[in-house]
């Protein structure tokens, strides 16, 4: 005879499983939030520091700057930024434009400790709700007195849905958490890169400027 469980209640009577399908709910709206944050960060760096380039070269640097205003990308940030304060020094350009660059990191690094979190927590909830299934189950056994496979059932199914819910959760939190940080990383190298680059343009064009004088 075959032993049939209802799913629907193994899932209402386990707070444990309830607390991993939040926590799935939260872990994927972070994930789909920090996706398109990231999915707006992609630029061409060749093609920007080319056109930057040209337009710091005939001094167009209010084309610059509505060209500019109309990017998304953490990088298109820098090189507006910077046109806009292009009088400061040289030294105060530089901490001007690390100060972005960290204000940057911040918004990119922001909720990805959400997902490292739940990837490190989740499979523990789901090892809670596995223990406390196996107590379920002697529970139920104890009750009934002996009995049947069907008397255990309902609190082993808890105990390995559970741990699969914990790992379901866990895995992809933890691949994200890993694949944005990344992202980060990379994002943070373009701004660098950009920052470099656009006080070169810059003092370049300035000490070219003092040379014909």
């Not at 789909?32 to 999915?39: A, D, G, M, S």
């Not at 918004?107 to 989740?122: A, D, H, M």
């Not at 009750?143 to 199914?157: R, W």
């Not at 660098?192 to 370049?204: F, K, Q, S, T």
């Amino acid at each position: 005879m075959g032993i049939e469980i209802d799913v629907m209640q193994v899932f209402r009577s386990s707070a444990t499983l309830v607390v991993l399908f939040i926590c799935s709910i939260v872990a994927l709206t972070v994930i789909l939030e920090r996706w398109w944050v990231f999915r707006s960060n992609t630029v061409d760096m060749q093609w920007l520091i080319k056109r930057i380039r040209r337009y710091v070269l005939e001094s167009r640097f209010q084309e610059a700057v509505s060209f500019l205003s109309k990017q998304k990308s953490s990088v298109s940030l820098i090189y507006r930024e910077g046109l806009q304060k292009r009088t400061l020094s040289r030294l105060d350009m530089e901490d001007f434009l690390t100060n972005i660059i960290s204000d940057e990191n911040l918004k990119l690094e922001k909720r990805l400790n959400i997902l490292g979190t739940l990837g490190s927590l989740t499979p523990f909830i789901g090892l809670l709700g596995t223990v406390l299934g196996i107590v379920r189950a002697f529970h139920d056994l104890a009750a009934a007195s002996g009995g049947g496979p069907s008397v255990v059932a309902e609190g082993i199914a808890e105990a390995l849905v559970a741990t699969a819910g914990g790992l379901v959760v866990a895995i992809p939190a933890l691949m994200f958490f890993n694949y944005f940080s990344n992202k980060v990383k990379g994002v943070n190298t373009h701004m660098e890169v950009a920052a470099r680059n656009l006080i070169l343009m810059l003092y370049a064009k300035e000490r070219a400027g003092d040379g014909h004088r």
